[in-house]
């Protein structure tokens, strides 16, 4: 699979590409299954439609990879937590932790147990895909879980966290520890049940000042990828804690692909982390909207990463609006562009 061996930093005959929510909205074959599925959850719970849509981008793009279609909420949600998505306000948490007695509430080995439509559908994505394309499985970190199990929802100032954060730190790390355990549970089992790769979003980082972010954060992700790496040497990790290039001098850890945001300069993460780790990344979405923008972005990308330790693709989500020639054309023209 050229995108495993990318990731392991093996020369490939060019630089694989995937994107994030290449499953997702702007896609109109998408939007007919899940108005087919009725709402959000049904569909991440729903193995036939999650396995359909998370295929389309192979089909419809061509991309290197394919990426589970599910939610990194299905964890707390399964952990016992009321979810809900509301539209035009997104995920929402009717009971969030405010004390010892919530957090108690909270299962871990059952939680792992009761997300057997993620694996039901992994299995099916991986019995459909072709046998070179890499399935890439996924979790939220235990700081951005965490965030949405006390903030109860989105939040611009994360100040329910991080009131807790620094008044009750040993609280905060027990809330984290407990969803770490479980995510090492869901993540062997998502490996077990046939993803080729696996990814970690810390999408909240950028929240954290440097301390506490290594401390509440990156430490648990550390700890998930050493843990993952030594019962499945062979499964690649990519790490995405977006929004930190301030802290990229400390990064380290037993992992073997590190994402880059679109707000981090690739220069910047080739400087600092290119020796150890092969490098994701890292489009700006919104160059997506223009195909001369497309070219010009790509081949400054190509310009310095020389295609060498690195994979291609945007640096966070895809956008709804996105035409989806313009993401054929980025596909093709990355792919193209990187040709040995």
Not at 18 to 46: H, I, N, T
Not at 88 to 102: H, L, R, S, V, Y
Request: proline residues 5%; contains cysteine; negative net charge.
């Amino acid at each position: 699979m050229i995108f495993v061996d990318a990731c392991f930093g093996k020369k490939t005959p060019y630089t694989p590409i995937w994107m994030m929510r290449q499953a997702g909205r702007y896609l109109p074959e998408y939007m007919k299954v899940r108005g087919e599925a009725g709402d959000f959850l049904s569909l991440c719970k729903d193995p036939q439609k999650a396995c359909e849509v998370t295929l389309q981008p192979m089909d419809i793009l061509g991309v290197d990879a394919a990426i589970l279609f599910s939610d990194i909420l299905v964890v707390p949600l399964e952990m016992g937590m009321d979810l809900r998505f509301v539209k035009g306000e997104g995920p929402i948490f009717d009971n969030p932790i405010k004390n010892e007695a919530d957090l108690d509430k909270l299962v871990v080995e059952e939680a792992a147990q009761k997300l057997v439509y993620v694996y039901d559908t992994i299995k099916l994505i991986r019995e459909k895909l072709a046998d070179d394309k890499a399935l890439i499985g996924f979790c939220g970190s235990p700081w951005t879980l965490a965030t949405y199990m006390i903030e109860g929802s989105g939040t611009k100032t994360y100040a329910v966290v991080k009131k807790l954060l620094y008044s009750n730190p040993e609280f905060m790390h027990k809330i984290l520890k407990k969803v770490t355990e479980v995510l090492k549970l869901y993540m062997s089992k998502q490996i077990e049940s046939g993803v080729n790769a696996v990814m970690i979003f810390d999408s909240w980082a950028a929240a954290l000042e440097e301390s506490a972010f290594f401390e509440f954060s990156w430490e648990y992700m550390k700890e998930l990828s050493s843990h993952l790496k030594s019962k499945y040497p062979n499964i690649p990790i990519i790490m995405f804690p977006k929004g930190i290039s301030g802290y990229l001098d400390k990064i380290d850890g037993d992992f073997d692909v590190f994402g880059v945001d679109w707000s981090t300069p690739i220069e910047l993460a080739k400087e600092k982390l290119g020796d150890k780790y092969v490098l994701q990344g890292n489009m700006e979405p919104t160059r997506l909207y223009n195909q001369s923008a497309i070219k010009e972005g790509v081949d400054k990308i190509v310009n310095v990463m020389q295609n060498n330790r690195h994979i291609f693709n945007l640096g966070h989500g895809i956008l709804p609006d996105i035409p989806v020639e313009n993401a054929k054309y980025f596909i093709k023209y990355a792919q193209e562009s990187t040709k040995i």
